[in-house]
């Protein structure tokens, strides 16, 4: 069967593209752009709120978004009812669904927002120059264009036209220990067995201190892969960096701990697969226990990843597939 490549990349830190919101206080960076990469079907971007910042976000009408916060705290307006969302809070908001964020904190708050179809944040190119700056403003014409409705113009939708909307605290998805090297356990945000979405998927993964993923590929999906605390590495075809990283279709990728503390990281998977394969093969977790010892890797475990999920495990491990 013949094999096909996804695409690859590193983003750094401080890669992408700046711009401004037309207003005080937010900066949006751009880490995917649409047709940056083949294959990927959504775009990210991260935005910056500085104390006493707001952005309204506006609702899609045709396409999805998810938001979650990497730092600070502030609130989330969902179809105009507030919620706290600080650092770890996570939100969906499908079709139909208006979204605000406040930063009434004191520091800088961050936030990465993703979106399932074509997004004016992720457009430099359509942003004016405005003091020297790309700015992005969401005026009426750009809202036509996008397909984005204010929160009153939201109210004229059915039930039936809207999407999946999802509000969730810290640790509070189900959630499964993995076995060695992997020792931690990965929390199931987003899911076709979660939730009604169908065409991607959201996990986050804890890793203890020196513990980590074995290289691997995945030859049925793509993987947006951000790590978001701790000290903890990932290598892309060897390339090791601290970022965000883009993982096409059989790319050879792992990610390891080698601090103190837990060590974390969120992925968007598209289409899903990866969040299935990794409950299937862990343990049911309950929240405050210890992480059982006697979780094992084996022969069998790896045919499931391998034959159900498209996973390619090298050879040496436990679980590879000869």
Known sequence: MEQHFGPKAIILPDDGPRFRMNGKGVIGQIKLGPGEY???????????????????????RFSGRMIYCLDGAGTIILNGERSPFAEEHFAHIGEGHHVALENNGD????????????????????????????????????????????LTETKDLSERQKGELVYQLPDTGPS????????????????????????????????????????????????FFIITKGTARAALDGVEAISVIVIGRNVWHWWGHAGEGDAQNF??????????????????????????????????????????????????AADAQR
């Open 176 to 223: 499964f220990w993995q076995a060695k090297p992997s020792v931690g356990w990965v929390e199931v945000k987003l899911a076709p067995f979660t939730h009604n979405v169908h065409h991607y998927g959201l996990l986050m993964q804890t890793l203890y201190p020196g513990a980590a993923v074995r290289e691997h590929a995945h030859n049925q999906l793509n993987e």
């Open 107 to 150: 520091n800088v708050q961050q936030v990465f927002s993703i979106v399932f179809g074509s997004s004016p944040e992720a457009r430099i190119d359509l942003m004016p120059i405005q003091d020297d700056e790309p700015t992005l403003e969401f005026n009426i014409d750009l809202r036509a264009v996008f397909g984005l409705l204010t």
């Open 267 to 316: 992925a968007v998977i598209d289409p899903p697969g990866v969040e299935g394969a990794l409950a299937l093969a862990g343990r049911l977790r309950t929240k405050g226990e210890s992480w059982p010892d006697d979780i094992v890797r084996s022969p069998e475990t790896g045919k499931i990843l391998h034959d159900r999920y498209g996973f390619v495990i090298k050879a040496g």
């Open 38 to 60: 083949p294959h990927y079907k959504f775009t990210a971007v991260r935005f910056d709120l500085q104390p006493g910042a707001k952005l309204d976000l506006y609702a899609f």
